[in-house]
């Protein structure tokens, strides 16, 4: 063989070797993070938020589960992103009797196979009417 011949070969299998690191990184423990469009919402109004990969693209079908204005411990409540990895929590509650507790937080999605689980760190406060 030639010496052209081995340089190509072997720029073949580099080619190679980066596409199958990337493809992996891409389809492998990718990370996510949350965003949300409020800090707070009137009693009765909405908010939506979204769950994104690393790579800026919202994630499609993935339960979302938050703390929902409630007494004592509040209540845990799921929601699923639509194909663009939005979600959308309309009609807020506001509780009299919860006091500081009038509040959507708690925002986490757990993970998967292909993506990482990552938790939105703030909270949506409920504001009477």
């Known amino acids: 063989m030639e010496r052209e011949s081995y ?3 072997l720029l073949l299998i580099g080619l190679a070797v980066c596409i199958g690191v990337f493809w992996f990184q891409f389809n492998n423990d990718v990370s ?3 965003i949300v469009n409020a800090t707070e ?3 009765g109004g909405s908010f939506k938020g979204a769950l994104m990969d ?3 693209q919202g994630v499609a079908n993935k339960t979302i589960t938050y703390h929902k204005p409630g007494y004592q411990m509040g209540t845990l409540v799921d929601t699923t992103t639509d194909e663009n990895g939005e979600f959308f929590i309309e009609d807020a509650q506001y509780l009299e009797d919860a006091g500081k507790d009038n509040y ?3 925002f986490t999605y757990a993970g998967d196979g292909k ?3 990552c ?3 703030r909270n949506i406060t ?3 009417n």
């Open 7 to 9: 340089y190509f070969l």
């Open 32 to 34: 996510t993070f949350m």
């Open 41 to 43: 919402v009137e009693e």
């Open 54 to 56: 690393s790579y800026g």
């Open 104 to 106: 959507y937080g708690d």
């Open 115 to 117: 993506y990482k689980g």
């Open 119 to 121: 938790t939105y760190g």
């Open 126 to 128: 409920v504001i009477p």
